[in-house]
């Protein structure tokens, strides 16, 4: 494979961190890190890789016209991988305006100066150009709950496909979904060359204290309550981090300009069912006198909360041949032990863990 050079937007969030750590690690590529450094960013995450002659650091906002121009006429990138987003449901559900900042205007930014850069390349350069938009799987609103089917309905259940109908609920998923439009109409319109990624949901190594799976691991550990909303029969589907960072790479360098790829973890578990197994295994490797299931916490539900999720990958694993190399259990066991052996990472980001003021 030619070695290429790759602008990695957002790549000191978790996502990011995790695509530019295989980038480094595994392949000859060039990688520009792009990164604003608000709260979720962390360049602690990348110090495996930092010292690396490959790897570059700007600290730039997306929004940032003049900056994102420089950035393109100084490394003149082969290849965009856009990743920088505000990407918190209930921080969306209190401040949307940052997401709407962030998301749709910092999105058209990039979107234009891409394509001013790339209108001016020439041969192979130009020809070989990309500009990949990874998004959520959560743009696509909900999928029908088991509870609310018959046997014989609960037995095929639907799932995401490429082709499924946008129905944001959230104003994160819906300054996800505009994004998503902006990058399909400069394909259209302008000829930009552009792919587009949906995936489940991730978990894995340095993942940010407000989420889910690291909250109740580190709540778990301090004794404090392990909240769940509502019944906690939300179904995610669940993907390895790193299995989604083989997965953005391949799309990135090998996906068809102009498709749209799912990407999924074939995980469908439902949210009090992925806490328990987080108290399961920690009962397994930090046995204290009581279960950690005793501190569960029920509390009220989240406004508009989708009840399921679950993709349907099988377009990249036909395509592309990828598929998640982790389990469910293999994964979540790996993510608890990481969180028990890495204490020095997540202290240091845990006080700007989110606490929610609406109900």
């Not at 604003?36 to 995450?45: F, P, V």
């Amino acid at each position: 494979m030619i070695a290429k050079t790759i602008l990695v937007t957002g790549g000191a969030g978790f996502i990011g961190s995790a695509v530019i750590r295989y980038l480094i690690q595994e392949t000859a590529h060039v990688v520009v890190n792009l990164d604003k450094l608000t709260y979720a960013g962390n360049l602690d995450s990348l110090s495996s890789v930092s010292g690396d002659s490959r790897y570059f650091f700007e600290q730039v906002d997306i929004c940032d016209v003049e900056s994102v121009k420089r950035v393109f006429s100084e490394y003149q990138p082969d290849l965009v991988m856009h990743l920088a987003a505000e990407s918190h449901v209930d921080r969306s559900i209190d401040g949307p305006g940052d997401f709407i900042q962030t998301n749709i205007v910092g999105t058209y930014t990039l979107l234009e100066q891409a394509r001013t850069y790339w209108s001016e390349l020439e041969g192979d350069k130009k020809a070989n150009f990309r500009f990949h938009h990874i998004s959520t799987d959560e743009v696509y609103g909900d999928l029908p709950h088991p509870d609310e089917l018959n046997d014989v309905e609960s037995a095929s259940l639907p799932l995401f496909t490429e082709c499924t109908a946008y129905a944001p609920s959230s104003p994160y998923s819906a300054s996800k979904a505009s994004s998503d439009h902006l990058v399909r109409a400069w394909q259209r319109t302008y000829g930009l060359p552009t792919l587009v990624t949906n995936c489940s949901n991730n978990y894995g190594p340095y993942h940010f204290p407000e989420k889910l799976i690291p909250l109740v691991i580190l709540n778990a550990l301090d004794a404090k309550p392990l909240p769940v909303y509502g019944k906690g029969d939300q179904i995610r589907d669940w993907l390895y981090v790193e299995d989604h960072a083989r997965a953005l790479v391949l799309v990135a360098t090998e996906g068809r300009v102009g498709e749209t790829y799912n990407i999924g973890g074939h995980n469908e578990k439902q949210n009090i069912e992925v806490v328990k197994t987080i108290c399961s295994i920690l009962d397994d490797v930090r046995p204290k006198e009581r279960a950690y299931s005793e501190q569960i916490t029920f509390v009220s539900d989240r406004p508009g909360h989708d009840r399921r999720y679950a993709i349907d990958a099988s377009k990249i694993e036909k395509e592309l041949d990828w598929k998640p190399k982790e389990t469910f259990e293999s994964g979540l066991r790996k993510t608890v032990m990481w969180y028990l052996e890495n204490e020095t990472w997540w202290t240091s980001v845990k006080n700007h863990s989110y606490q929610r003021r609406t109900v």
